[in-house]
């Protein structure tokens, strides 16, 4: 029976990285066909080259950063507003949490242009950033309610009742206990923006391009070798980011639980 399971997730995990790994072993391929003649790092090499390339990792690198930045301080105030609710005005909250993550992206991306056009926003590097902020806060409020709603909500008022400030309280008393989710909601809204290509590709201007836009628009005059070394470059940043991450969570559950005993 444990071979069987071990088995039938091989077969799941070859699945899922197969195409992936493949991605990577073409990137140092010396020829430009998808028949292997050698290797070499000359496709890495052209990217540091390319300028379009490296204005689109430039305005990847602006928009990820500055929208999950925002998104979490957002996310941060949202979702403590929504943990003190009660009642259906708490489920009413959660279900129009919910619709930017259950509703395809597309939509998401052809509403929010409708919307900049209506009130007649140039579209550039704001929109860029205000539709990124816009489908990213959802994600880091669901991961900060479960922190929150563990929480002993008499230690804030404890720390009031002693004469702490509300910030001071919260900077002292809550926002270490939902730190981990709010470090877990800034990873996932910035790689999720890295990510990102539908909405991108509706709310942008033309000389304004991410990452995504760019290579689609180079996939469509055909796939280069340059092509699969941004995609391995993009996906090793975020396993290094996941990596990491996952690191400084199993310390502190280490940590908690040898103060625990």
């Known amino acids: 029976m444990n071979n069987l399971k071990r088995i039938y997730l091989g077969i799941i995990i070859a699945i899922l990285y197969a195409p992936i790994l493949v991605l990577i072993a073409f990137s140092f391929n010396s020829s430009k066909t998808t028949s292997w003649q050698g290797f070499t790092l000359d496709w890495y ?82 929109t860029l950033i205000l539709s990124h902020i816009t489908f990213s ?8 309610m479960p922190r929150l709603m563990q929480l002993n ?23 270490p206990d939902i730190m981990p989710g709010v470090i877990a909601g800034a990873f996932i809204a910035f790689t999720m923006s890295i990510d990102d290509f539908v909405v991108s ?20 005059r055909g796939v280069s070798p340059e092509i699969n070394a941004v995609s391995t470059l993009i996906f090793l940043v975020i396993v290094t980011i996941l990596t990491i991450t996952n690191i400084k969570a199993s310390r502190k559950v280490r940590l908690e639980g040898g103060q625990k005993y």
């Open 45 to 126: 090499t052209q990217i540091m080259q390319n300028s379009s390339l490296q204005s689109a990792l430039q305005y990847t690198l602006i928009v990820a950063l500055v929208s999950s930045i925002i998104s979490t301080i957002i996310g941060i105030m949202a979702a403590i507003v929504i943990n003190k609710l009660r009642g259906v005005k708490r489920r009413l909250i959660m279900a129009v949490t919910y619709i930017p993550l259950l509703s395809p992206d597309i939509v998401i991306g052809i509403s929010l242009m409708m919307l900049y056009s209506t009130l007649q926003i140039p579209f550039g590097l704001t």
């Open 137 to 144: 806060t959802p994600y880091v409020i669901l991961s900060i």
């Open 153 to 175: 909500p008499n230690m804030y008022e404890a720390a009031l009742d002693v004469g702490a400030t509300p910030f001071y309280a919260f900077r002292k008393v809550i926002l």
């Open 201 to 220: 590709f509706f709310n942008t201007a033309s000389g304004v391009n991410t990452l995504s836009i760019q290579i689609y628009s180079m996939a469509r």
